[in-house]
Structures are given as structure tokens and as C-alpha cells.
């Protein structure tokens, strides 16, 4: 499984951006698709996440700003992020977690990464 994120960039505080994350593999639909960020010094952080079904939750710090989505058809995972804050700055990495139980939160639940792409809010 490969997955590729891409979308990011430098916007001023109050835009808005969408990432999208292209993934290989046929049982795509199945999996549990998650955003997670990370802001240098800190610790990967978990944004929101999507089941096969459509099912999602997010981090409250996002919760009414950002939407997450998917299309099972294109292998495609999206999150919209609107009102955005400076805090935001962050890599934004798109990840798997290929056991379809629930969403998960942490880190060690996801074992398929992407790359990452720089989301740069500036104030």
C-alpha cells in the first residue's frame, strides 16, 4: 500500500485549504483512512478520520473547521480546512489503519504512511 499526500501549502490565517491523499490497493474501501499532523518540536497528533463506511470523527482543535472525506471509487481521501489558524502549521501526513474496527486514535494504529505535506498558516 502506497499512499501519496498532496494539497498543502502557505495560506494567510482565516483560508482555507484542501489536501487530498491518493492510495494504491484494491481493498481501499475497507480501510479506515486518517490525517494526522505533526508541528516541529511536537509529537504526531491525530486531526480526523474516516471508515470505509463513511463514519468519521476529528480532534475537537479541528472540529467545525476541517471536513474529512473520501471517494472509494477514485482511492481518494480529502480534508477540507477552512478557518485555518496559525496553529495549524504543521506537516500534514494521511495515513491507513487496515483493521476497519473502529477509529482509532493513536499513532501505532495506522500502518501505512504517506509522505507528508507542509500546511504553513501565517498570521
Known amino acids: 500500500v502506497q499512499l501519496q499526500a498532496s494539497g498543502g501549502g502557505l495560506v494567510q490565517a482565516g483560508g482555507s485549504l484542501r489536501l487530498s491523499c491518493a492510495a494504491s490497493?484494491?481493498?481501499?474501501?475497507?480501510?479506515?483512512m486518517g490525517w494526522f499532523r505533526q508541528a516541529p518540536g511536537k509529537e504526531r497528533e491525530f486531526v480526523a478520520a474516516i471508515r470505509g463506511g463513511g463514519s468519521n470523527d476529528y480532534a475537537d482543535f479541528v472540529k467545525g473547521r476541517f471536513t474529512i472525506s473520501r471517494d472509494n471509487a477514485k482511492n481518494m481521501v480529502y480534508l477540507e480546512m477552512n478557518s485555518l489558524k496559525p496553529e495549524d502549521t504543521a506537516v500534514y501526513y494521511c495515513?491507513?489503519?487496515?483493521?476497519?474496527?473502529?477509529?482509532?486514535?493513536?499513532?501505532?494504529?495506522?500502518?501505512?504512511w504517506g509522505q507528508g505535506t507542509q500546511v504553513t498558516v501565517s498570521s
Open positions: 490497493g484494491r481493498t481501499f474501501s475497507w480501510y479506515t
Open positions: 495515513a491507513i489503519d487496515s483493521s476497519n474496527y473502529r477509529i482509532r486514535y493513536g499513532v501505532s494504529s495506522y500502518e501505512y
